[in-house]
């Protein structure tokens, strides 16, 4: 257990629709990654917050957005969604802002599934 | 351009067999580091070692064991006496970015390891 944990599990919807995907970092940790793993693309990196504010952007769709709260969980929102959004999204965390010397620890991730 | 390559996309083994997970990289910072990772079929990333680019010391781990050879660009990880247990997609992640822009992980492909009873 990495200490990293995500909401919901498992997620289908339908296309067109929006959902929210919750991650709560390690204790300690400031720093939170998203990445989406898909059959296609492999485990591609989306977005990075450090305490509240974005730092590092990836191939992160328009349609995409996330944030980081006060307490440092974050939310990755994804709308209108598409068939090819179906993948699983995972959440990491570091202590600091992510700098080279940061190892990322990996919750369970969140399977999303688009009908 | 920043890139991870493990060009293994499947290796299957017997239990007990030594097996070495090739993954190539490309760079062009002078300071980053490499990881590995392992996914079991439970589908969760587990952290398994991280190396910087000025330390080419190999690595041990109880039945793991890693070789970074700048040279050749190259942080291979071999498992000594396999166990049903380490079946799984293994991982190799390099950093990248910069201090105002912010560091994520670049993956490869990932290594399928079955071994078999």
């Known amino acids: 257990d990495s200490g990293v944990t995500q909401t919901p599990k498992h997620l289908i919807t339908a296309t067109g629709q929006r959902v929210t995907l919750r991650c709560s970092p390690r204790?300690?940790?400031?720093?939170v990654y998203w990445y989406q793993q898909s059959l296609d693309q492999g485990l591609q990196f989306l977005i990075q917050?450090?305490?509240?504010?974005?730092?590092a952007k990836g191939n992160i769709l328009e349609r995409f957005s996330a944030q980081q709260f006060p307490d440092l969980h974050s939310e990755l929102n994804l709308s209108s969604l598409e068939l090819g959004d179906s993948a699983l999204y995972f959440c990491a965390s570091s202590v600091l802002a992510g700098g080279y010397t940061d190892t990322q620890y990996f919750g369970p991730g969140t399977r999303l599934t688009v009908l | 351009a920043q890139k991870v390559t493990q060009a293994q996309t499947e290796i299957s083994v017997v239990e007990k067999e030594d097996v070495t997970l090739d993954c190539v990289y490309e760079t062009r910072d002078t300071t980053y580091y490499l990881f590995w990772y392992k996914q079991p079929p439970s589908g969760e990333l587990v952290f398994l070692i991280r190396r910087n680019s000025f330390d080419e010391q190999n690595e041990i781990s109880g039945r793991y064991s890693w070789n970074f050879q700048k040279s050749t660009s190259s942080f291979n990880f071999t498992i000594t006496a396999s166990q049903v247990v380490d079946s799984a997609v293994y991982f190799c992640a390099l950093s990248w970015g910069n201090s105002n822009s912010g560091y994520a992980l670049n993956f490869g492909k990932g290594t399928s390891l079955l071994v078999t009873p």
């Open positions: 917050y450090y305490n509240g504010e974005e730092r």
């Open positions: 204790s300690g940790d400031l720093s």
